[in-house]
């Protein structure tokens, strides 16, 4: 029998990731619990504000990306408008959402999970950091920093200011993009583009010594969701929701993302802040009424982000782009989806390369430089759901507003909760590969680091003072004893 | 000669009451070493992130300040964070040690830094500082003449007078 452990969120204190191990009573891992700690409250904070203002706020949910919630909710506004926005502001809005992919994938991919590829899973930790990637590869740490640069200085074209960027509004942009600053993003990409390509290349070389890792890091079959163009292009922006299995079945063809609700529901457990998106069709079935037994919800689990966008497209759409996803797919047989969250890395970097060479195309559109830009409108309806793809996923704003725009319910899905169920299975594939009786150590802790790093979480990045994410990991026995305590400061 | 010139970071979220407090205090310290002859960019972030060290590295300026809030702290504080050790992390979020020791490994750029802090403690979702925020700031002429007062003198011009 396991004993079941809640932990109170009340004493929790945000920003800390904390990780509870269960062990049975034979003193094999049982369960991993991923508890993530947020103030709730976001959702109600807004209640009462116009929806005109919901981009600006929104954008500071995520200091790394702004631009995300920009576009989520200034779809949903464009919605409460009832218009279409003009061509060229879209195509000003996917502009900035690439540069944001580009500069989000390159901090994550260099400096957050660089040490550990680059310079080995066992190597000293005392080395395994920013500082022993700048000895050992210079050039690759001021490679990261250029990559994400390029993304800011984008962004910071477009909207003004890289961090939270006022430019994206319901009803299209509010500044055009002159002909000098499209000179200015035409002469950085070259650079970028061949940044990437060495990065594709330093990975693959490495591949085969991360053979283990790619066993035990997030490796079982699950749904994948995001956005795809309606003939099944990869998607960043726009488009419809597309779910497929493992085995490669398209579950969900291409809902229309404002139908969300009819296919993804909510679960909530004691033990975390964070919620449990799930594919309700397979969590459901079956039941014909009936209430839910617990953890029903586990069997609708899917991942989102990088490796799911990559995995459901029926191609990328880009030269460069589409001859690495051939690549990749041969890391899983045929028809069948790379199922191993070890690769989101390598998906990473083909979104990375992907985004550049649509911006690429994009500054040479005649029509980018255009100054119709904003279409304006009063409120034609009193639902909005605004839904893009965040660097870690797909992303959900749904806003309620009355007569005079000012929200009366707010509800947002974030990306990094619907990979919720997968990091936790994540975790706990990883523990039950390390945990070796009842003591836990730095080699494990490194594990299951960055068995969460793979999902590139996006955890209390909302408040810089106390969000530093230090990371605590408990062994608990299966009467309830704590058996052992890990703890590394974030 | 020209001014000197500084580059501030105000850091935090503007949206989490106490957690905005570091683009108010860049605001206040900026204003306060403009009457004492320094310019000053301000720049507000929602946190540190590592391409800050090569803008700081590219940034021609004369010294770097970092405006923040600090969780229990008691009084406003300004310390000198050129040369210290920083704990390196594996978060989205970045000391300002960290990012200067990065500059200067990656970049050779090695300039004076200050931290200025105040303390916070309500960091629910609102855009207010709590009164102990507020109170902290009366220290920032102080600031203003340490970081004045280094900056001239590398410069050999004696700091002007404080208006304080």
């Known amino acids: 029998m396991t004993r079941t452990i809640t932990i109170d969120p009340v004493t929790r204190i945000e920003g800390h990731a904390k990780i509870t191990i269960l062990l049975d009573d034979d003193g094999h891992v049982s369960d991993a619990r991923f508890h993530v700690v947020e103030f709730r409250g976001f959702e109600k904070f807004c209640e009462g504000r116009s929806f005109w203002e919901m981009p600006g706020i929104t954008a500071r949910v995520c200091g790394i990306c702004p631009v995300s919630h920009l576009m989520a909710s200034a779809k949903a506004g464009d919605a409460i408008l009832g218009v279409s926005i003009p061509p060229t502001a879209a195509k000003l809005r996917r502009l900035m959402n690439w540069a944001q992919m580009v500069q989000s994938h390159a901090l994550s991919f260099f400096h957050l999970s660089g040490p550990d590829l680059l310079l080995g899973m066992d190597s000293d930790p005392a080395k395994r950091n920013v500082f022993g990637l700048i000895d050992k590869y210079p050039d690759v740490a001021r490679n990261g920093i250029r990559l994400r640069r390029f993304g800011q200085k984008v962004i910071s074209i477009l909207g003004g200011q890289s961090v939270h960027p006022a430019w994206t509004v319901p009803g299209g942009v509010r500044e055009p993009l002159s002909d000098a600053n499209r000179s200015v993003i035409r002469r950085m990409l070259p650079e970028a583009l061949d940044i990437t390509g060495l990065a594709l290349d330093m990975l693959k070389d490495a591949i085969d010594d991360y053979r283990d890792e790619e066993t035990m890091y997030g490796n079982f079959p699950s749904l994948f969701m995001g956005l795809v163009t309606p003939d099944g292009g990869l998607e960043h922006y726009d488009g419809v929701l597309r779910i497929v299995d493992s085995d490669g079945n398209v579950l969900e063809p291409g809902i229309s993302p404002a139908r969300y609700r009819e296919v993804i529901g909510e679960a909530v457990e004691p033990w975390t802040y964070l919620k449990f998106p799930y594919y309700k069709p397979l969590a459901l079935r079956g039941l014909n009424g009936d209430a839910p037994p617990p953890g029903y919800y586990q069997a609708g689990m899917y991942r989102v982000g990088p490796l799911a966008r990559v995995n459901i497209c029926d191609y990328a759409g880009t030269p460069r782009a589409d001859a690495e996803l051939r690549e990749f797919r041969r890391l899983a047989p045929r028809g069948k989806l790379v199922s191993n969250s070890f690769h989101y890395h390598y998906a990473r970097l083909i979104e990375i390369m992907y985004c550049l060479e649509r911006i690429a195309e994009t500054v040479e559109d005649p029509s980018i430089t255009n100054d119709r830009v904003r279409s304006h409108a009063a409120v034609n309806n009193l639902v909005g759901v605004g839904v893009s793809e965040a660097p870690r996923g797909t992303l959900f704003h749904e806003y309620h507003v009355n007569e005079d725009g000012i929200l009366q319910k707010v509800n947002m899905i974030i990306a990094t909760g619907h990979n919720n169920l997968a990091m936790n299975r994540t975790v706990k594939q990883i523990a039950q590969f390390h945990i070796n009786g009842h003591k836990l150590d730095e080699g494990m802790l490194n594990r299951v680091e960055h068995g969460i790093r793979l999902y590139d979480p996006c955890l209390s990045c909302s408040t810089h003072a106390i969000g530093h994410m230090p990371m605590v990991i408990e062994l608990v026995a299966a009467d309830g004893e704590v058996l052992d305590c890990l703890r590394r400061d974030g | ?164």
């Not at chain 2, 040369?83 to 970045?94: F, K, L, N, R, Y």
């Not at chain 2, 490994?105 to 207010?128: D, I, K, M, Q």
């Open chain 2, 1 to 164: 000669m020209t001014e000197p010139s500084l580059l501030i970071y105000g850091i935090g979220n503007q949206q989490r009451n106490d957690d905005g407090a570091g683009a108010f205090v860049a605001g206040v310290v900026a204003a306060a070493l403009k009457r004492r002859g320094i310019t000053s960019e301000v720049h507000l972030v929602q946190q540190l992130t590592p391409d800050l060290a090569e803008e700081i590295a590219e940034s021609h300026v004369d010294g770097i300040v970092f405006a923040d809030v600090e969780v229990d702290a008691i009084a406003g504080a300004i310390r000198s964070i050129v040369g210290i050790e920083a704990p390196v992390t594996s978060s989205h979020s970045w000391s300002p040690a960290l990012i200067l020791l990065v500059a200067e490994r990656l970049y050779g750029c090695r300039l004076p830094a200050w931290l200025v802090t105040v303390p916070g403690s309500n960091f629910a979702h609102g855009e207010t500082i709590s009164p102990a925020t507020h109170q902290a700031l009366g220290s920032v002429e102080a600031w203003a003449d340490v970081i004045a007062r280094v900056l001239l003198e590398s410069r050999g011009a004696a700091p002007g007078p404080s208006l304080a």
